[in-house]
């Protein structure tokens, strides 16, 4: 982290005069030196705020964080813990006396620690081979319950004679029956559930609930402590079927497992009313479609009267949150690229309270964000918005205050791209598409410039006014970056959502030609240089618009899915892809796989491409970009390959890699730009 002096003295004595020094546009290396406020977690009483400050640092090439806390008026803004380290996942107990963390504060493994508030003493709960997940006290304080992995020996059908004493023999043969096997950003995965425990707050030995061969979600207390409820997929065809979840309650004493939910499709999320009686969650009944809304239910404790409450909201209902008067619940949703918090009474009325969450990355402007809610409805949320990452703001059902400028020090001499905000119509049906421009520092309307379209993946995710280090880094290299959310994004309704279902992509193309044409009408383009990039949906999306399209100068395709039919049967989750994204499976219906694949049209290909792929990628595999790579060497494409070593889908697990990332697309661009 930076140096704390600097950050809580120095920053008031001296930024008046670095404000005085001409500023310069961000470098590569200031990716080292930006942090972000993530999981704001607000006492009981709605005093303080805890919240996990995220740094890096550049010469371990690590991502750090630790605890802070301040007052809700924004007093008092201190740490809890400092270092080298990662600490995260904070929780208050319900009288607001302590909380407990994960942290790899001893010996660099992680533990479960506990914290008494008043004296700042720690503990650590635990010294198992595995880290507790997903934390929740019970309501007398008096006990934890969470969900941890536990290993299984797994037997393996082959059976290696005994070598020779003194013999040097290669690593026994792996024997897999499963189908997922591997996971992004996991490897090969080891054999074992994530099970249900607890555990005492004075310490002493988890106590394991559950043995089965099944995953179980992070568990909630009952009102009276005597039994547990969780969500998970308990089903014999969990692998076929890798969206049928139910909501459980299981019985501490017995052991006994019942299931609350039982319709085909996800019920999860579980939060429990202030009075105990009632149950409120997410999911919706599955048509195996793309994109579904999460809808917010309720139900009786014992699993009786089930309701849906949201059914007239054409939005995902994300994190839901009781109202201390047992009337209604709070949640987010992202609307039109904007994360807001939203209240819904029990009669299904919704009111949108806040406005601008998100902020939780620092490379590509995703929506995100997360808050969290007081006994007394006071809010602590992370902050969002065009000019910063992610910091933290309070809320109390009549005004908003930021608590935290993070950054304040980096931006007070580095300058900071303009954002504008677009709609056009699609050159397809007239839908209108949304979309943002970030402008180089220093734009002058008057010249033209160079211009990224970046694509977001998903498909069903949806870019928004957050900020992104990594294309404000392009907008400060001279280019204008044009990011959208064409047909297929969320948070514009699941209409518009499942435009692109079996469909994927197709007229998604149209609409984003037509968002470079409505900036191109503004006379500010140099249209010799347009260049196009996207990661996962958006590299199947830049393959795709190379093939149907000579118009620009130069394409990075980033961990792209190039051949459905291979990717189906290679990625992370065989059961999930082909039953979501097509109708059939790749054997019975091959035409609908290669018609969707960029593969199909690489002879028609002239842009110069890249492809930018982790090795360690499990999601789009880099298989994916080898295909691709070779087929355009075979066309005479000029093309390029660019392996990120120990990567997986995300990249950025290391920050030199996301630097790594946006050198190679900065390089292959700048390479064919004209002057």
Known sequence: MKNLFFLLISISCFIPALNAQQKTNLQLTDIFSMEYVSDPQISPDGSQVIYVRNFKDIMTDKNLSNLWIVNFDGTQNRPLTSGNQNDRSPVWSNDGSKIVFISNMQNGKNKLFLMWLDTKNIAPLTNTPNVPNRVSWSHDDKYLAFNMFVPEKSESLIKMPEKPEGAVWNAPPKYIDKMNYRGDGQGYLKSGNRQLFILSTNGGSPRQLTSSSFNHGGPIWSKDNTKLLFSANLHEEHEYEPNNTE?????????SIKALSTRLGPDESPVLSPDGQTIAYTGYDDKYQGYQLAQLYTMSADGNNIKVISSDFDRDIQNIQWAADGKGLYFQYNEEGDTKIGHITLGGKITSLVENLGGLSLGRPYNSGTFTVSKTNKFAYTLGGTQHPADLAVYDRKNTKRLTALNEDLFSYRNIGEVEELW??????????????????????????????EIHGGPFLSYGSVFSAELQIMAAKGYLVLYTNPRGSTSYGEEFGNLIHHNYPNNDYDDLMSGVDAVIEKGIVDEKNLFVTGGSGGGVLTAWIVGKT????????????INWYSFVLYADNPGFFYKYWFPNKPWEDPTSYLKRSPLSYVGNITTPTMLLTGEEDFRTPIAESEQFYAALKLEKVESAMVRIPGASHGIANRPSNLIAKLASILAWFEKYKTN
Do not use: C, H, M
């Open 247 to 255: 909501v459980y309650s299981l019985d501490i004493t017995s052991g």
């Open 424 to 453: 056009w119509e699609s050159s397809y049906d007239q839908r209108r598409i949304q979309g943002w421009l970030i402008k180089p520092p220093n734009f002058d309307p008057s010249k033209k410039y160079p211009l990224i379209l």
């Open 550 to 561: 000579d118009r620009f100068t130069a394409a990075v395709v980033a961990k792209p899915v």
